[in-house]
């Protein structure tokens, strides 16, 4: 019976620290969006996120680190395992719009990434990460046999991501986001073809709503262990 | 005689004034790099141009029409005929790569179209002057048989324009864009399959050392009427 109580607090802590870490990251977040990351200070942040500097500084030890933070928002989901790995890379784009038009967070992060006056934050890390991750899910691709033979995962992961920072740059000064699925989907109907072989081209859903039919399916989930992690 | 003289009178004017402007936007370009939009002031363009004020309010009538000027630089230049329409995309495409990388001015212009904290700037004309060339050229691909019957110009106009605007901020990021030229053949690789018909496809020059190769040639010329309409 100790051991169950002691576990049930130890959880009940955890959960805690997990709530107040999104909470002074959404803070962060708002703050950096309004005021630029340059001029924003940790001391605005406390106040918007209503924290103690000991809470603040337990999770994050610099503006820089919250920066990080926020940056490793925009991939902090885990999507539904698909038979072909081209179909989670379209989908990992087509959620990623969908929550850049949705979430705040997420949209402070590639606000934060594209921010050219933030003096003194590299912004590298913010495309290194999101690279990375396209460039894992292309070479499991490539093992598998859905890209035809010259494609090089690296340099198309890098063309992708830089790419879908355009479009999510231009969709938010046409319309505030709200064709961002459908461009993203123009993005894949052009990239694929020169990637993908054709069997499998054929059979990938590409469609601007599918991000919203995995999330209304539940399929979609918040990563807690790496979010924990990056701080 | 004496209209010879007078005309003669006329185009050193107006190749005085063609000059005059060029020094006013080079200086606006450099100020509005290091200081950011918002906080640049006329006083200090002027200070920079070394003209007076009456020269710079002939040319512009205000910070925004600077501005605008700037982006306009992105275009002033005209490209040699080809027998395809598509190659001569592909030439804009890879002739901007290179300016990025050895013009200071249309680096500007293109650092003020991606500066989200310029405050009270419409960057929109910068991308829809950009858009509206790169969709008059694939219309004219399309009438002459060169792409892929579902292609919509606009629609690809505008993919084209936001991945190579990503592009070339990952390459600033990555490299002060050193391999922009490289990165620029790889997106028209990746997205023509996608656009041109096979046999148009297989005869593009989509090759990094292009556009230096077209400005050795002296085959690249500014643009001088559009660019003194613009102002």
Redesign the interface.
């Known amino acids: 019976m100790r051991s169950t109580q002691i576990r049930r607090h130890a959880m009940a802590r955890q959960e805690r620290a997990v709530r107040t870490r999104r909470t002074i990251l959404e803070a962060a977040a708002a703050v950096f969006d309004e005021r630029?990351y340059t001029s924003a200070t940790i001391g605005e942040i406390l106040e918007r996120a209503g924290v103690t500097k000991g809470a603040l500084y337990f999770h994050f030890g610099s503006k820089e680190e919250l920066a990080l933070g926020v940056f490793a928002e925009q991939l902090a989901i885990s999507l539904p395992p698909q038979s072909s790995k081209l179909q989670e890379l379209v989908d990992s784009g087509l959620v990623l719009a969908l929550r850049l038009r949705t979430e705040p967070l997420v949209r402070a992060s590639v606000?934060l990434a594209?921010?050219?006056?933030a003096l003194g934050l590299d912004?590298?890390p913010a495309?290194g990460m999101w690279i990375d991750q396209t460039t894992r899910t292309l070479t499991e691709a490539k093992a598998g046999g859905e890209l035809l033979p010259h494609v090089d995962p690296t340099?198309?992961a890098?063309?992708l991501?830089?790419?879908?920072?355009?479009?999510q740059?231009?969709s938010q000064?046409?319309c505030q986001r709200q064709d961002l699925e459908h461009?993203v989907t123009?993005?894949f109907?052009?990239?694929?073809?020169?990637?993908a072989v054709p069997a499998v081209l054929a059979r990938l859903d590409i469609t601007p709503d599918r991000a919203g039919r995995l999330l209304a399916e539940g399929r979609l989930l918040p990563v807690e262990g790496d979010v924990a992690e990056v701080g």
Do not use: K
């Not at 991501?161 to 479009?167: E, I, P």
């Not at 109907?189 to 990637?195: A, E, R, S, Y």
């Open positions: 630029g606000g594209l921010d050219q006056g912004r590298t495309f340099e198309t890098e063309l991501v830089a790419s879908f920072s355009g479009t740059l231009l000064l046409r461009r123009v993005l109907h052009h990239m694929l073809p020169g990637v």
